[in-house]
């Protein structure tokens, strides 16, 4: 991790929100995440920019990177292509999730 991605951590806490942040955009965060997490943008306007972010990605940026695909090649396969690119995103988050419940507290 560079500085400045560091620096946008704010360190350990953050580093548990952020990881919130992103499992959100998912679906996946438990009851009880999910009140934690709104619990603490309350409070911190640098995580919830870092949301905003993570839902800009889902809500745009993968859209867009999916018609982008679709005007260069056949539709099937980018679709294909799409399903398996975010079944490996939300993989990716569910691992992270397991990995932090495993950190002792």
Same mark, same amino acid.
């Given at each position: 991790m560079n500085a400045k991605e560091n620096s946008f951590l704010g360190g350990g806490i953050h580093e548990e929100f952020l990881a919130l942040c992103a499992?959100?955009?998912s679906?996946? /965060?438990? %009851?009880? %995440?999910? @009140?934690?997490?709104?619990?603490?943008? /309350?409070l911190c306007a640098q995580c919830r920019?870092?949301? @905003? /972010?993570?839902?800009n990605v889902v809500d745009?940026?993968?859209p867009?990177?999916?018609? !982008?695909?679709?005007? !260069?090649? %056949?539709q099937t396969a %980018?679709?294909?292509?799409?399903n @398996?690119?975010?079944?490996?995103?939300?993989? @990716?988050?569910? /691992?992270?999730?397991?990995?932090r419940q495993k950190q002792p507290a």
């Open positions: 499992l959100s955009t679906g996946e /965060l438990s %009851d009880s %995440d999910h @009140r934690q997490l709104e619990k603490h943008l /309350l920019h870092a949301k @905003r /972010l993570f839902e745009n940026v993968i867009m990177i999916a018609a !982008d695909k679709f005007e !260069d090649k %056949d %980018d679709v294909e292509w799409l @398996r690119a975010e079944a490996q995103f939300f993989q @990716r988050l569910a /691992l992270e999730k397991a990995s």
